[in-house]
């Protein structure tokens, strides 16, 4: 279970690998959001997939 620490700021709770295709399309659009809001994909896919899960209360 997270502490709050954790919670409070995900650049300080340990990454873990994961491996998925996306599509093209889908890829291209990150890389453009990424480069123009100056964020790496990491950070953009970690916080996409923890707003998608938060928003489904999982």
Same mark, same amino acid.
């Given at each position: 279970m997270p502490d709050e620490q954790e919670k409070s700021d995900p650049q300080a709770e340990d990454k873990t690998l994961i491996s998925g295709r996306v599509r093209t399309s889908v890829r291209k659009r990150m890389k453009l959001y990424a480069a123009r809001h100056d964020v790496? *994909?990491? #950070? *953009?896919? #970690?916080?996409? *997939?923890d707003e998608y899960l938060t928003n489904r209360n999982a």
């Open positions: 790496n *994909l990491q #950070d *953009l896919l #970690d916080a996409a *997939l």
